[in-house]
């Protein structure tokens, strides 16, 4: 078992229909379409597991080291410590300590964390929500008006990233109110309300520039989709 949940089992049935609700309910004022993601994790972070799995090498054979020294023999002038590990076990060891290091820190990715910038992070959070933006379709809608909410759990950071006649007339600056509305409520143990504030303050945002026609389709799914 992984110290990390899954995103589908944070967001369970009750809090997608919640999610779902709150999409068409914002999207009632705005000809734009509003798409939530919610990712597990966005980054693989080998190198940080590969560092993890180093430490671990290094602390195992110098206990190994130290298990299998001997001093010289009394009344030697050389009384340095020797070891008895010969070089192929020693190779043996720091291969089999290194490789269940690294399998640790897949298994309990908070073993990681240590070893990973915030630019890393901030970096892998950004392509993964750029990519969700086109993987979920949030581009090329009609208007394009399309806006995606992406939150990366592990990294617990959000992104909204919206198509060009949306960043077209509205500041970039206005988005960070409804970041600031999911990483909130994240923090505070309310993952699925906090999601629901970011919809309808989306679709508050949409409606000034998009108001919904009277011809209006949803031409995106109201679910919210789930990266694990």
């Given at each position: 078992?992984?110290?990390?949940k899954?995103a589908?089992?944070?967001?369970?049935?009750?809090?997608?229909?919640?999610?779902?609700?709150?999409?068409?309910?914002?999207?009632?004022?705005?000809?734009?379409?509003?798409?939530?993601?919610?990712?597990?994790?966005?980054?693989?972070?080998?190198?940080?597991?590969?560092?993890?799995?180093?430490?671990?090498?290094?602390?195992?054979?110098s206990?190994?080291?130290?298990?299998?020294?001997?001093?010289?023999?009394?009344?030697?002038?050389?009384?340095?410590?020797?070891?008895?590990?010969?070089?192929?076990?020693?190779?043996?060891?720091?291969?089999?300590?290194?490789?269940?290091?690294?399998?640790?820190?897949?298994?309990?990715?908070?073993?990681?964390?240590?070893?990973?910038?915030?630019?890393?992070?901030?970096?892998?959070?950004?392509?993964?929500?750029?990519?969700?933006?086109?993987?979920?379709?949030?581009?090329?809608?009609?208007?394009?008006?399309?806006?995606?909410?992406y939150?990366?759990?592990?990294?617990?950071?959000?992104?909204?990233?919206?198509?060009?006649?949306?960043?077209?007339?509205?500041?970039?600056?206005?988005?960070?109110?409804?970041?600031?509305?999911?990483?909130?409520?994240?923090?505070?143990?309310?993952?699925?309300?906090?999601?629901?504030?970011?919809?309808?303050?989306?679709?508050?945002?949409?409606?000034?520039?998009?108001?919904?026609?009277?011809?209006?389709?949803?031409?995106?799914?109201?679910?919210?989709?789930i990266v694990?």
């Amino acid at each position: 078992m992984t110290d990390m949940k899954k995103a589908s089992d944070i967001f369970g049935e009750d809090s997608r229909r919640e999610i779902r609700q709150a999409v068409a309910e914002a999207e009632k004022s705005t000809g734009g379409e509003i798409v939530p993601v919610v990712a597990t994790a966005s980054g693989r972070y080998d190198r940080a597991e590969d560092i993890f799995g180093f430490l671990v090498s290094l602390a195992g054979l110098s206990a190994a080291w130290m298990i299998f020294a001997r001093s010289g023999e009394a009344g030697d002038w050389d009384s340095s410590m020797t070891t008895q590990l010969p070089l192929w076990g020693a190779l043996i060891l720091l291969l089999v300590l290194f490789s269940s290091g690294a399998a640790l820190a897949t298994l309990f990715p908070s073993l990681r964390l240590p070893f990973i910038t915030r630019k890393e992070m901030t970096n892998e959070v950004d392509q993964a929500a750029a990519a969700a933006f086109y993987n979920f379709r949030a581009h090329g809608t009609a208007s394009r008006a399309g806006a995606l909410i992406y939150v990366s759990l592990y990294e617990r950071m959000a992104r909204v990233i919206v198509d060009d006649a949306v960043a077209q007339k509205v500041a970039p600056e206005t988005w960070a109110g409804v970041v600031g509305l999911v990483t909130d409520a994240m923090a505070a143990g309310a993952p699925a309300d906090g999601m629901a504030a970011a919809i309808a303050r989306c679709g508050e945002i949409l409606s000034g520039p998009f108001p919904r026609p009277d011809d209006d389709t949803n031409e995106i799914s109201n679910e919210l989709r789930i990266v694990d």
